[in-house]
Nanobody, 126 residues
Framework: QVPLIESGGGLAQPGGSLNLSCAAS????????MGWFRQAPGKEREFVAA????????YYGDSVKGRFTISRGDGKKTVYLQMISLKPEDTAIYFC???????????????????WGQGTQVTVSS
């Protein structure tokens, strides 16, 4: 069973917008963190945004602050990522990830997450 189910992504023009969603398909804990990382060809995996049910807060990477918004769904563990003012440098494969009881510093680190989605391509190009 795939633990995280992603949807969304695709192609957008610079300045455009796209939305991603990720749903946990397995049983989760009340202190779950779900978030997004991205990886462009030849680059390391980069933290994008996360929502922590532990702190009831959103966290963002510096490169997306003010442009991307992460929100949680009601009920089941789902997160949505609204991306606006997209730039060509936002082009990457976006991965959903989940981890349990992550500290504020740990939220930024891919190795702290236990489950990963298969990834969805986001391409920003004119």
């Amino acid at each position: 069973q795939v633990p995280l189910i992603e949807s969304g992504g695709g192609l957008a023009q610079p300045g455009g917008s796209l939305n991603l969603s990720c749903a946990a398909s397995v049983r989760t804990s009340p202190s779950l963190t779900m978030g997004w990382f991205r990886q462009a060809p030849g680059k390391e995996r980069e933290f994008v945004a996360a929502w922590s049910w532990n702190t009831n807060s959103a966290y963002y990477g510096d490169s997306v602050k003010g442009r991307f918004t992460i929100s949680r769904g009601d009920g089941k563990k789902t997160v949505y990522l609204q991306m606006i003012s997209l730039k060509p440098e936002d082009t990457a494969i976006y991965f959903c990830a989940s981890g349990d009881t992550l500290t504020t510093s740990a939220i930024l680190l891919p190795r702290q997450y236990e489950h990963w989605g298969q990834g969805t391509q986001v391409t920003v190009s004119s």
